[in-house]
């Protein structure tokens, strides 16, 4: 549901009252600030197990690395076979391997790097400071 009144105006027709996601996880990709790292260890096996049941989007990801590789006159043998056998091991290459690699780089086996932004208290704080009894 929508934190905003104007959003989603059918939910307060219906007697919903707005909530507002008070903290947001986004995956750390390229230059943004790496401020919470999960160790996924414990979980790892059924991340990938979710992510081998997108079949339809891996299958689509290993076509454009197969055509990828084929344009320089390349194959990656593993990618080229059966399909069970290319999701399986196009999981284990480009998911799993790099979950190790960010594990290894905090001292994990499996890991996940997340630009973590929370609550921010700093307004209620400062205003905090000026409130008297009712």
């Known amino acids: 549901m929508s934190g905003g009144n104007l959003d989603l105006p059918e939910h307060f027709a219906a007697g919903l009252k707005p909530k507002s996601v008070r903290e947001k996880y986004y995956f750390a990709r390229g230059p943004q600030l790496v401020n919470r790292v999960v160790d996924i260890t414990s979980t790892v096996d059924a991340k990938m197990a979710a992510i081998r049941a997108c079949r339809t989007m891996i299958l689509h990801m290993i076509g454009g690395v197969n055509d990828s590789f084929a344009e320089k006159k390349l194959k990656i043998p593993s990618l080229a076979g059966d ?52």
């Open 83 to 134: 399909q069970n056998t290319a999701v399986d091991s196009f999981v284990k290459l480009a998911f799993r391997e790099r979950d190790a690699a960010v594990g290894r780089r905090h001292g994990l086996q499996y890991a996940e790097e997340f630009h973590y932004i929370g609550p921010d208290g700093t307004l209620e704080s400062s205003l905090g400071r000026t409130a008297v009894p009712l």
